[in-house]
């Protein structure tokens, strides 16, 4: 979204908004949460701040849409919360209410929503939310041919050390256009956040017992790089999934990044998590220790992940290494990739 300072700016990108409102259906759910309170907190806001760069997602979104995408959010709402009932409708739409400093909310239920609505369309055989023995459930059980397979949604937003450089790239682009964009070059960050991401799936708490995967079925997280500073293809991410599906065998790359490879390994970040998370478990001292083996084995039930940059499909990867009853095949990998390359 354009940054400025600029107050008669933004009053009409307000006035824009509330014309492009105006065309929505009059009880929809856009409109219903951009009350006349939203307005006017966004008007004091305009006339009263100094720094203008961060807004309420829904404004942001509003103001960049075209009347097709606004409908088809809307569309998609309906048709989620038509299946999921309207007892989780709040739950569902808790995205779009999200605040200024909430874009993760926003970017998460807004790829949540739209994953779901396009399977939605496709009229295929799923189910939403499925529990698990745990206590954890998993966001989608989809019936692939024979086989069903298990989707996991989630989104990978910026952190302060993103945001900072896609700032300081801002800057420098201000006064040289052709500034190099160095998006995704703290390798040690990248990698790091990318397994605390994924281990959020397979071990919550680095505890083993609550996964969201199943023991015996392929399961599939659905990553969205989502806002401005996020770069899917960075060399980080590509290095952390590949010490996620080596099995844990991999060694560092002798002509990789050597200062910051052994930094960035999956064993050393595990060190870490357990590390930290010890603090929080005085009374049960030897927990870590004795489900260190099981953490180091948690990622062979991920069957793979699909990268995606906001919502455009970007890329698969396999896990080779997963165990048995949780690998993929090539082609029901291809298969959900036709399956969620049209999301829009």
Same mark, same amino acid.
């Given at each position: 979204?354009? %940054? %400025?300072?600029?107050?008669?700016?933004?009053?009409?990108? #307000?006035?824009?908004?509330?014309?492009?409102?105006?065309?929505?259906?009059?009880?929809?759910?856009?409109?219903?949460?951009?009350?006349?309170?939203?307005?006017?907190?966004?008007?004091?806001?305009?006339?009263?701040?100094?720094?203008?760069?961060?807004?309420?997602?829904?404004?942001?979104?509003?103001?960049?849409?075209?009347?097709? +995408?606004?409908? !088809?959010?809307?569309?998609?709402?309906?048709? #989620?919360?038509?299946?999921?009932?309207?007892?989780?409708?709040? !739950?569902? %739409?808790?995205?779009?209410?999200?605040?200024?400093?909430?874009?993760?909310?926003?970017?998460s239920g807004l790829f949540d929503?739209? #994953?779901?609505? !396009?399977?939605?369309?496709?009229?295929? !055989?799923?189910?939403?939310?499925?529990?698990?023995?745990?206590?954890?459930?998993?966001?989608?059980?989809?019936? /692939?041919?024979?086989?069903?397979?298990?989707? +996991?949604?989630? #989104?990978?937003? +910026?952190?302060?050390?993103?945001? +900072?450089?896609w700032d300081r790239c801002l800057d420098r682009k201000k006064s040289n256009p052709d500034a190099i964009d160095d998006r995704g070059l703290d390798m040690p960050n990248d990698t790091r956040r990318l397994y605390a991401k994924v281990f959020d799936k397979l071990a919550k708490d680095m505890d083993p017992s609550k996964s969201q995967c199943a023991?015996?079925?392929?399961?599939?997280?659905? /990553?969205?790089?989502?806002?401005?500073?996020?770069?899917?293809?960075?060399?980080?991410?590509?290095?952390?999934?590949?010490?996620?599906?080596?099995?844990?065998?991999?060694?560092?790359?002798?002509?990789g990044p050597k200062p910051s490879s052994r930094e960035s390994s999956l064993k050393s970040w595990i060190d870490f998590a357990l590390n930290d998370a010890a603090k929080n478990k005085k009374d049960q001292p030897d927990y870590y220790k004795n489900n260190y083996n099981d953490l180091l084995r948690a990622p062979r039930c991920l069957s793979g992940v699909i990268l995606f940059d906001d919502l455009k499909l970007v890329t698969a990867r396999i896990n080779y290494n997963a165990r048995n009853k949780c690998s993929i095949t090539h082609a029901e990998m291809a298969e959900l990739e036709r399956l969620l390359g049209d999301m829009h």
């Open positions: 979204m354009t %940054t %400025t300072n600029d107050k008669a700016f933004w009053m009409e990108q #307000v006035a824009k908004a509330r014309q492009k409102l105006e065309r929505l259906p009059a009880n929809g759910r856009i409109r219903t949460a951009m009350d006349k309170q939203f307005f006017e907190t966004l008007v004091h806001r305009i006339n009263n701040s100094e720094e203008l760069r961060y807004w309420p997602p829904l404004f942001s979104f509003l103001v960049e849409a075209t009347d097709n +995408e606004l409908k !088809t959010l809307e569309d998609d709402l309906d048709l #989620v919360i038509q299946i999921r009932g309207s007892t989780s409708e709040r !739950t569902l %739409t808790q995205f779009i209410r999200a605040e200024i400093r909430g874009s993760r909310t926003w970017y929503i739209k #994953v779901r609505a !396009t399977l939605i369309r496709k009229r295929l !055989t799923f189910k939403f939310d499925v529990p698990l023995a745990n206590g954890r459930n998993t966001d989608i059980r989809l019936q /692939l041919g024979d086989r069903h397979v298990r989707l +996991e949604n989630t #989104v990978f937003t +910026e952190d302060d050390k993103s945001r +900072e450089r023991n015996d079925e392929p399961n599939v997280i659905l /990553l969205s790089f989502a806002g401005s500073s996020m770069c899917p293809k960075a060399f980080g991410y590509g290095w952390a999934l590949d010490e996620l599906f080596s099995g844990c065998r991999r060694e560092p790359e002798t002509d």
